[in-house]
């Protein structure tokens, strides 16, 4: 299929917004600094641990992944089946395997966005109206979110 130089350039953009580094942090320029051996750590005042905030942005991107490529896909049940359990706090274990997760689902996810196949603008068969660029979108903002959540927290945990 023949991209057109706008289709191409959208593409791009997508991505990049998707693996951060413009208006936001990127995942992976959070993770160096992180202190990964604090990550089950609570912080006074927050309901969260660092890691139970980076599995539920795992967790979302992973649902919003399966939503936009697999019409069988069933989401979990909102709020509680986008969040660890409160008891699991976390590990560095756990943290590496969420990390790793978490980066492997967003380069499939930038994937499909590159794939000229994919039509951003198409609705979602299965959906209500959604569309691949509008998922984008939103794992974008959510992600961007929970970084600028998680980088307050690496600061209060050092």
């Not at 560095?92 to 994919?118: G, I």
Request: hydrophobic residues 40%; contains cysteine; negative net charge.
């Amino acid at each position: 299929m023949n991209q057109s130089p706008n289709d191409q350039s959208l593409r791009e953009h997508l991505v990049s917004l998707l693996e951060g580094g413009n208006a936001h942090v990127s995942f992976d320029d959070f993770l160096k600094d992180f202190p990964v051996a604090k990550c089950g750590q609570r912080v006074a005042g927050l309901p969260y641990t660092a890691w139970q905030v980076i599995e539920h942005m795992r967790i979302a991107q992973w649902d919003i992944l399966e939503f936009s490529r697999d019409r069988k896909h069933v989401s979990p049940k909102w709020p509680k089946g986008y969040w660890p359990d409160e008891s699991e706090t976390g590990t560095e274990k756990l943290w590496n395997e969420t990390v790793e997760k978490f980066r492997s689902d967003l380069e499939t996810f930038a994937d499909l966005v590159r794939d000229p196949a994919t039509d951003l603008f198409a609705q979602i068969p299965h959906g209500t109206g959604q569309t691949v660029l509008r998922e984008v979108l939103v794992l974008a903002d959510h992600s961007s979110n929970h970084l600028g959540a998680l980088i307050v927290m690496a600061r209060l945990l050092r």
